[in-house]
């Protein structure tokens, strides 16, 4: 692979993918123009006689099939689902309401659309993965069966619980994720518990959701870093949603999902180590995950390892303003960057806000640059600076060996190399927000209030604020959904 | 029993939790979650992303709806009437397999004829048009088949159909939507976001869904990228993307245009005689020749007593391994139950898989006479796989025969009257006789058919009245 970097002159705005090759050269082009291009003179008289056959065969298997009762059940999750009655509210948009499913997906996708949501460990983001189907299905139930607030915190907390156990069940999880995208691995599942735990589903029932929502799970790390991403918190919320209500209908799947089927995959088809264990039954006294591991929460909207940097370059930059007067660039011959070892978030040069927010190079600088990351970083005409530019030109990322890939023992540091010959450099092992030096209660109401005052008045952002923290003491439920 | 099992347990315990065992500290680090989600959801929601997707959500609040096969009564959403028509199809094991494995018309059928029904701008769709993206749905399924040694044989990890077939889905509709190659290139990348389902569920109730499921979330992907959603542009490139569902992952780019060599032209699919996993029908086809041998006699039914033992010589497939199934759908996954019914019955029929047969006193009888072997020359792969039936009797003798290549394989196809026939034997109970035949006419002549939606008003059964007109040839 070319690592090469491109070259750039000083105004113009950069093409900054590495250039592998042409980029029609890559094999997703090719199949993309493949797809575009293909005429039906290319079909051949055996291609056609073929494929004509595969067609009537296939119409036929589906019209016997439609006899089945795995159709039936599909078909009266759907009809049901599909009612021309949409009773599910979407974030921010008072007059719009959807069916439950796909207001869990459109509320998982923006929960998820800047990075800016919780991130836990063993790494995945626990919460977009199942409070939008909570919301949905509480607004979905009759009234006289609706949950109360701390049967939907009680199913809150299953999610989340069964979403770490899952983790626990595979080393592989304990670092940044290579292959497969956490939420969409074990948020599926956490999605279905939580959802089965909120529907009153019967054990049997519960196992079920489990297995179908395994066959829901799974997308590649490859669309981290794109518009796609939020998608994945968007699905596994939702068809975890879906597992949960096929398995009330009546769905059944494999019971083994979890255990280890050698020779057949089951949940294990995720991991290539998988050790699963088994929960213990509550007796008056459970100990959950959260108790032992709590959540960080980003102070801005980007990948969890950039917090590292973000801290250590703010540190460096206060220590360069004392030694330089102010924030001079010019001084700068080098900025060294210590950071793990992670492919999808080590981008000399993003292009768009999705790279930038999975790049230590970019959020260093711009830490560097403004003393401060929030929102407004993340913008067009913020990532395509030219002082910025400058700066990441001067980045070299080195990876200490004992900088482990790994969010509860990862560091960041920033060293700016003057042209003086001095060396300033910053650390950061535990950033604010962080599980170990976590947000305090006013910096998490200003985020919360900064945020939501982009799309609600006033009076409703306090009332969501009262309501969260009286959630035991709710009788309704999907007052809170409805509030939104 | 699954009480045992990791997974019982863990349906224990989410059934079993209750309010009384949220410790304080546990309720305060939650409730700091909510708030945060919900506020990090609230901005959000200004996002671009988010704005995509909730406009491609409200096509469910519209009046676009498409046919349920089979159906006059309802119609669904174009997702979902992929997802039911999809479901159906796999429902019974009974859809086409191809080499490497998968089932790639299912995944791929529902999805088109759903689309082209609910157009956008209600543009008319012809029956090459169909044809057309069919094939790119079936072609791009093949070669992604082929980025991987792992995908030669019978799967053990990903159930395929839910892998491959979402990718196929996705480029079917992209065609059909005349997406331009950014779109094409980004609907590939959404969906394999989408791809992927554990093999445990096969032999399953929710087997079907994962053609169902392929169907539909190839479907949405190509509609989230007709609205300007944008994936990684070298999904199929990385290891990181499509490499995720393989252990050794080799992609390579398309063939050139000129003269395209269509893998369908090189290779065929199998077309099922009966619904059950292909590999039984290698046995079914072993045992019935075997039963033949034994009926020499002239008897009437199968001496059953007088069977000592049945070995069958099959390839190590532990899904399709069940000596004693309990439902229609391990019954599909049972060399042992197909082999036994083959024997009992002398064919295999859809009316074999039904419950009264699964459980018949002389079925058990003889699976418990029956055994497996695993010859090493026996691979797991469609294409070399042999089964042999051997019956030894109580006086000592042994009929056996063995099947290399049953009839319906590709190195064997069905006749076009054999083809028709299933066909209409599958269609006979639901629609009405004119439809039938004209789906046959319809199909046969896709590639001049002016607007395929003449075969969606033959799929949910319309009157016969109605037809003629709607079947216009160019």
């Not at chain 1, 909570?134 to 607004?139: E, H, K, V």
């Not at chain 1, 069964?162 to 069940?169: I, N, S, T």
């Not at chain 2, 039963?291 to 399709?320: A, C, F, H, N, Q």
Request: with cysteine; charged share 20%; aromatic share 8%.
């Amino acid at each position: 692979m070319n690592s090469a970097q491109p070259q750039h002159t000083a105004g113009f705005h950069i093409t900054t993918l590495p250039l592998l090759c042409a980029p029609e050269d890559t094999v997703t082009s090719s199949f993309a123009s493949f797809i575009r291009a293909v005429r039906p003179e290319h079909l051949s008289p055996t291609v056609r006689q073929r494929s004509k056959r595969m067609i009537l065969d296939s119409i036929g298997v589906g019209l016997v099939g439609s006899t089945t009762r795995v159709f039936d059940i599909a078909l009266r999750y759907c009809r049901e689902m599909y009612s021309s009655v949409a009773v599910s509210s979407v974030y921010g948009k008072p007059g719009v309401k959807l069916s439950p499913t796909l207001a869990a997906f459109t509320n998982g996708v923006a929960t998820h659309s800047m990075d800016f949501d919780d991130t836990w460990h063993p790494a995945t983001h626990p919460s977009g993965a199942i409070l939008p189907a909570l919301l949905a299905a509480s607004q979905m139930l009759p009234s006289n069966t609706k949950p109360n607030g701390l049967d939907f915190l009680l199913a809150f907390n299953v999610g989340l619980e069964v979403q770490g156990r899952l983790m626990h069940f595979s080393t592989e999880a304990h670092d940044i994720p290579k292959r497969f995208h956490p939420p969409s691995v074990v948020g599926t599942l956490g999605s279905a518990a939580a959802t089965a735990k909120l529907l009153s589903l019967s054990s049997a029932q519960c196992c079920h959701a489990l297995g179908i929502a395994a066959s829901l799970a799974g997308a590649p790390m490859a669309n981290a870093a794109t518009q796609a991403k939020p998608l994945h918190v968007g699905n596994a919320t939702r068809l975890g949603l879906e597992a949960a209500l096929l398995a009330g209908q009546g769905m059944e799947a494999n019971p083994l999902i979890l255990d280890d089927i050698p020779g057949c995959s089951g949940f294990s088809a995720f991991y290539s180590v998988y050790q699963p264990k088994p929960l213990s039954v509550p007796g008056e006294h459970h100990e959950f995950l959260l108790e032992k591991q709590d959540i960080a929460f980003k102070r801005f909207p980007a990948h969890l390892g950039m917090h590292w940097v973000v801290d250590a370059a703010l540190s460096v930059r206060n220590l360069f303003i004392n030694y330089a007067g102010s924030f001079s660039p010019s001084l700068i011959r080098t900025i060294m960057l210590k950071i793990p070892v992670s492919k999808y978030i080590n981008r000399p040069f993003p292009s768009s806000e999705h790279q930038a927010r999975h790049s230590f190079q970019f959020n260093a600088c711009a830490a560097l640059l403004d003393g401060e990351v929030g929102l407004g970083s993340f913008s067009e005409s913020s990532i395509h600076r030219q002082e910025l530019r400058e700066l990441l030109d001067k980045v070299v990322v080195e990876h200490p060996e004992d900088n482990v890939a790994n969010f509860d023992k990862m560091y960041g540091e920033v060293a700016l190399l003057l042209h003086s010959g001095d060396i300033l450099t910053g650390k950061c092992d535990t950033f604010y927000g962080h599980w170990r030096k976590p947000l305090s209660k006013e910096s998490l109401l200003k985020k919360f209030r900064s945020n939501a005052s982009h799309v609600l008045p006033e009076e409703k952002i306090e009332a969501i604020i009262t309501m969260v923290d009286n959630l035991e003491n709710l009788s309704d439920s999907s007052q809170l959904a409805c509030s939104l | 029993m699954w009480a045992k099992t990791v997974t019982g347990n863990f349906a224990k315990v989410i059934h079993g939790l209750n309010a009384n065992q949220l410790t304080d500290q546990v309720i305060q680090r939650s409730k700091r979650m909510i708030l945060d989600t919900l506020g990090v959801g609230l901005l959000g929601t200004s996002t671009e992303v988010c704005h995509k997707v909730a406009q491609y959500s409200k096509i469910y609040s519209s009046d676009l709806s498409s046919t349920i096969w089979g159906h006059l009564d309802f119609r669904l959403p174009p997702l979902y009437a992929a997802f039911v028509n999809g479901v159906a199809v796999h429902s019974m094991d009974f859809d086409d397999t191809w080499h490497p494995a998968t089932h790639p018309s299912g995944a791929v059928l529902p999805a088109l004829i759903a689309l082209s029904e609910a157009f956008p701008q209600k543009k008319k769709i012809s029956g090459l048009d169909l044809l057309l993206a069919f094939n790119v749905g079936i072609e791009v399924q093949g070669r992604l088949l082929h980025f991987s040694r792992e995908a030669r044989n019978i799967p053990r990890r990903f159930h395929p159909p839910a892998v491959v077939g979402t990718m196929g889905s996705a480029a079917a509709c992209a065609k059909l939507l005349a997406l331009d190659q950014l779109e094409c290139k980004n609907a590939l990348a959404i969906a394999a976001s989408y791809a992927g389902a554990p093999l445990a569920n096969a032999a399953t109730q929710i087997k079907p869904l994962h053609v169902g499921n392929a169907a539909k979330h190839g479907l949405e992907a190509a509609c989230l990228a007709l609205q300007g959603l944008q994936g990684n542009k070298q999904i199929l490139d990385m290891e990181s993307g499509m490499g995720a569902f393989y252990t050794d992952y080799n992609p390579e780019t398309l063939p050139t245009l000129q003269s395209y060599p269509w893998l369908l032209d090189q290779q065929d699919v199998a077309i099922k005689r009966f619904p059950a996993h292909l590999a039984t029908h290698w046995v079914a086809d072993a045992a019935s020749s075997v039963r033949r041998k034994l009926m020499e006699g002239s008897e009437s039914l199968l001496p059953l007593d007088k069977i000592e033992k049945v070995i069958l010589k099959v390839p190590e497939v532990k899904y399709v391994n069940r000596p004693s199934p309990a439902s229609e759908h391990e019954a599909r996954h049972s060399f042992q139950f197909v082999a036994c019914s083959a024997l009992l019955d002398g064919s295999m029929s859809v009316q074999s898989f039904a419950s009264e047969n699964v459980h018949r006193p002389a079925l058990r009888e003889l699976l418990c006479k029956t055994q497996l072997e695993h010859p090493p020359d026996n691979t797991p792969s469609f294409d070399s796989l042999y089964c042999e039936v051997s019956a030894t009797l109580r006086d000592g003798s042994t009929i056996s025969d063995r099947c290399t290549t049953f009839y319906g394989h590709w190195r064997k196809p069905l006749k076009k009257e054999d083809l028709e026939k299933k066909f209409q034997s599958n269609a006979l109970s639901i629609l009405p006789a004119e439809a039938i035949k004209g789906i046959i006419e319809t199909v046969y002549n896709l590639e001049k058919v002016e607007d395929c939606s003449v075969l969606s008003t033959f799929l949910s059964g319309q009157s016969a009245r109605v037809l003629p007109e709607k079947l216009r040839f160019l």
